[in-house]
């Protein structure tokens, strides 16, 4: 996941200069004093600076009432940038930079992308139409409601730790990612992978020069999705999941693991220690997507 925000800036800044030089042109062939302040404009170059200043804004003043003058509105000969707070630089502040609202909010665009949240599964787009019957459509909207309060309250939710399991499309995975869009939307730093991944990104990790295991461990909100059908890799898997359970429960850092498995299930694959971090009466809210699948029903209504 590279995303080179300078490259995005610096292609922003180099097509409002071509905007603005397409106007330039088409002022200049409206009226030949434009060309005349243009030039004005360029030999101020070679003032010093004390003078140039006072030359710009008079030449400024000339070019608004000119401006004025052919019905055309008085910005028409600067630079149109997409964020005028940044000029499209990404950075705001003197003589200490820092950035710009509009690069945080890429950040965040693209910490999403990267955490591998969509923005389909939302709490905005629970469909009531697959639940089967009203008894599942009550429990799937009792769920939701406890979890849209969960996501509510991220970082520091009253219960930490969630345990979401069931059989396979009962809409768990639905949860995850609605609880991870929430939290990304109001700001707060998640991560959503499947443990599959995980394991994979821990692999990775040994041949690089950074442990992954951090971005794991710290990331204010951890979404651990298909927890169980990952590959149970010697001194890799185990021993990864251990390092994250614990330092997250301990930390009472916001955590929602996913799975097929039941706590008895979770603790025959991964042993007591690894069990009884995920499932820590304490700090966790386990919750049970029982029922008929809503699988062919998503499918159907799509
Ligand atoms: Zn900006």
């Not at 959503?192 to 394991?199: Q, V």
Request: aromatic share 8%; charged share 25%; hydrophobic share 40%.
């Amino acid at each position: 996941m590279k995303h080179d925000l300078n490259a995005y800036y610096a292609e922003l800044r180099r097509r409002s200069l071509r905007q603005l030089e397409a106007r330039q042109r088409e002022c200049a062939a409206l009226d030949p004093a434009f060309s005349a302040l243009q030039t004005k404009r360029s030999r101020v170059l070679f003032m010093p600076a004390q003078g140039a200043k006072l030359t710009l804004s008079t030449i400024r003043l000339e070019e608004e009432a000119l401006l004025k003058k052919h019905g055309l509105p008085r910005d028409y000969l600067q630079p149109a940038y997409v964020c005028p707070l940044c000029r499209d630089t990404g950075l705001v502040g003197e003589p200490v930079q820092r950035k710009c609202a509009c690069r945080l909010k890429l950040e965040q665009q693209f910490r999403a992308e990267a955490a591998r949240i969509n923005d389909r599964e939302t709490f905005e787009g629970f469909r009531p139409d697959i639940y089967p019957d009203d008894v599942s459509l009550q429990n799937g909207r009792k769920i939701m409601a406890f979890c849209q309060k969960y996501a509510d309250t991220l970082p520091s939710p009253k219960i930490p730790q969630l345990f979401l399991y069931g059989q396979a499309g009962r809409g768990k995975s639905f949860m995850g990612n609605a609880i991870a869009a929430r939290a990304i939307e109001r700001g707060i730093d998640s991560l959503r992978l499947t443990a599959y991944r995980m394991t994979e990104e821990v692999m990775a990790g040994f041949s690089g020069n950074a442990s992954p295991l951090p971005r794991f461990t710290q990331v204010p909100l951890l979404v651990l999705d298909d927890l169980g059908t990952e590959p149970m890799i010697p001194n890799v898997t185990a021993e990864s999941l251990f390092a994250i359970a614990d330092q997250r429960s301990s930390a009472r850092l916001a955590t929602v693991y996913i799975s097929n498995l039941t706590r008895e299930e979770l603790r025959d694959r991964y042993g007591d220690r690894i069990a009884s971090r995920i499932t820590d009466a304490a700090i966790t809210k386990e919750i049970c997507f029982a029922g008929a699948s809503l699988r062919s029903r998503i499918e159907d209504g799509r």
